[in-house]
Structures are given as C-alpha cells and as structure tokens.
C-alpha cells in the first residue's frame, strides 16, 4: 500500500481564498482524521470520521473549516475564505480501529499571505 | 474532557547516553498510550504503544512504562543514536468504552543527540 496520500503538499494562497485539501486513506482503514500543526499550538485533531461519518468535529476552528469524507477512499478538508492565521502544516491519518495505530500521509503546507 | 502535559519541550542528549521523556494525562478512563515519532517534513509515526493493563513495554532501545496511579507515562530510549533526533509525542486515549473518544497529544519533545 501506498500509505496515506495528501495533496498538495505546498499550497500558497491569498486571504480570503478558498482552499481545499485532499486525503486518500489506508485501504481498509475505517477511521480517518485530520490535524493541523503549528509551532504554537502543536498538533491539534480537527475532525474525525468513522466509516465516512463524521463523529467528532469539535475541534474545527470555526464555520471558515469544513470536512467531509463522500466515500470510503477520499476526504476533503476546506478552509473558505482562508486566514493568514489557517497558515500551518496539515495531516491526514487514518488507522484500522479505534486503539490501533494511526497512519500520518506527509502532510500538506499551507501558507496564506 | 482529557488534558495531556509532556516535558521537557527540547532535550538534548550526548549520542550514547539515554533520554527520558515525560507526560502526564487527566482522565482516568484512559487506557491507550502511544508515542510518535516525527522526523523533518514527514509525519509523525508509532514508535511504541502501551495499554493500561501493562506497566511496562520494551521494544529493543525503546520502553515505555505506564503509573495508572500517578498518571503518568514515560518513554525511555537508551543508547541513543543520531537517527533518534526528532520531535517526540505521547498521546492518550480510551479505547475501551462507548464514548468514541478523540486521541488527545501532547505538545511534543524535540530530542538532539548531541555527537
């Protein structure tokens, strides 16, 4: 298996552009996350799903983030209108099961000037 | 809902010494307690696991151990080597019962093994 899969992996925008970033997980794998890294904050879960259903959104920032997971192999997470503070590195992970390892892809660089 | 401190934020290490890294969790229904590794520009990977029915783990250089009592859990890599230096994380959750609980991280440890 390839692994986890995230693309792009630099994205450079404008504020108050629209931004999408994509995931493909681990074949298999039921349960798929999003983080967002900073320096500041460290890495912080966003948004969980399970089976494509979405079980814990409280840790998206605010109504600008959105998530969602249309089947089993792909999910998006869009930032609309994008913020010179959204700028930090985002992983995709997905794992098998709840209590099993979680597979991190290499992430997506985000800077919004 | 769980809190996860871990310490120190930067360590530095002469290669060949050992490094201990520290963290403490809040909610005693935690039960799963993994440690990542994170190298530059990738993401971060399992190093080693431990649940809340063990004290204790090793895997080669790597242990874990694990006070349920105390609430805290440390990861101890001996003979460190140049290859170890990365950013560390401890994480805790509850894997066990019904809530369908989020994995909770650390802030992470930057360990430089020092030549």
């Known amino acids: 298996d390839a692994g986890v899969i995230q693309s792009p992996r630099h994205e450079v925008t404008e504020m108050g552009q629209e931004v999408t970033l994509r995931c493909k997980p681990i074949?298999?794998?039921?349960?798929l996350f999003w983080y967002r890294q900073t320096m500041m904050r460290g890495l912080e879960l966003l948004i969980y799903?399970?089976?494509?259903?979405?079980?814990?959104d409280s840790g998206m920032p605010e109504d600008r983030f959105s998530a969602k997971m249309p089947n089993a192999s792909f999910s998006t997470l869009k930032i609309q209108p994008s913020e010179p503070r959204d700028s930090a590195v985002y992983f995709c992970a997905s794992s098998l099961n709840r209590g099993y390892e979680q597979y991190f892809g290499p992430g997506t660089r985000l800077t919004v000037t | 809902g769980e809190n996860v401190e871990q310490h120190p934020s930067t360590l530095s290490v002469q290669e060949g010494d050992s490094a201990v890294i520290k963290c403490t969790y809040s909610?005693?229904?935690?039960?799963?307690f993994p440690w990542y590794k994170q190298e530059l520009g990738k993401g971060p990977q399992l190093i080693i696991d431990i649940r809340s029915n063990v004290g204790e783990k090793k895997d080669q250089r790597i242990a874990v151990t694990l006070n349920k009592t105390a609430k805290h859990f440390s990861l101890h890599i001996t003979e460190t080597q140049p290859e170890d230096s990365a950013v560390y994380f401890c994480a805790a959750s509850d894997v066990i019962g019904n809530r369908d609980d989020k994995i909770i991280f650390g802030k992470g440890t930057r360990l430089h093994i020092l030549p």
């Open positions: 799903f399970n089976n494509n259903v979405p079980i814990d």
């Open positions: 909610d005693s229904a935690s039960n799963y």
């Open positions: 074949s298999g794998h039921d349960y």
